[in-house]
């Protein structure tokens, strides 16, 4: 799993329960990194699948002084297959219309009209810069121009929740990734973006600077 740490050194552990109930500890690592850092366990020999996960912690045996920080974690994943990974070959629904299709390669896009960027649920916080979400965007934001001519975005369309909150530095943040783009960009409001409905549409969404290409249209998203 992906672990962020705070260098504090505390150590990861981890039981898992066989499926003849024998039970198996492990303390694969310290924690003695800062940022995102992928953390592996290697499964000993000998255990009975399949497997059930009882815990996973953050712990320090006996220390001689007190551990404070703070840790997150995301992306829990059980990588039991040796066999490499293959990307899928892509079939095209059979109902599909005529004007959609897959393209692999952006030489091969063949432009009719406009093209439009789409995305959604982003939820950026300016508190966390160096969120997924965040990185994610900068990569668009770093892809596009290398895109064929005919393959590069007239302009982008976020479905919502862009921002985790519509508090005014975190719609700031989020449009400043969407700003980031480089294409004319527009935002529709959801539910994170009023908080849940604790500020009002016509409150921080509508300020300039918080906001892309003042909506013509409001529509809620839920």
């Known amino acids: ?18 499926v003849n109930g024998a039970a198996t500890t492990l303390y694969p690592t310290y ?16 255990m009975q699948f399949p497997l059930t996960i009882s815990f996973v912690d953050f712990l320090a045996i006996s220390p001689s002084t007190a551990y404070s920080g703070s840790l997150n974690v995301a992306g829990l994943q059980a990588l039991y297959s040796p066999r490499p990974v293959t990307e899928p070959d892509y ?14 390669d952006s030489a091969d896009f063949a432009r009719h009209g406009s093209t439009l960027l789409a995305g959604d649920d982003a939820h950026l916080l300016a508190s966390d810069p160096g969120s997924v979400s965040s990185n994610v965007m900068d990569s668009v934001a770093g892809r596009l121009p290398s895109l064929s001519p005919q393959a590069r975005p007239d302009a982008a369309q976020f479905l919502g929740d862009m921002a985790d909150d519509g508090k005014l530095a975190d719609l700031r943040f989020a449009k400043s990734k969407m700003d980031a783009l480089g294409v004319p960009e ?23 600077s918080a906001t892309p290409t003042t909506p013509t249209a409001w529509v809620r998203r839920g």
């Open 1 to 18: 799993m992906w672990i962020k740490g705070d260098g504090n050194g505390i150590e990861l552990a981890e039981r898992y329960i066989g």
């Open 31 to 46: 924690v003695t990194w800062k940022d995102w850092h992928l953390a592996v366990a290697q499964l000993p020999a000998g």
């Open 186 to 208: 527009r935002d529709i409001v959801g539910n994170h973006e009023i908080t849940q409905g604790a500020d009002a549409e016509n409150g921080n969404y509508r300020t300039p």
């Open 91 to 104: 079939h095209a629904v059979p109902d599909n219309p005529k004007w959609l299709s897959h393209e692999e």
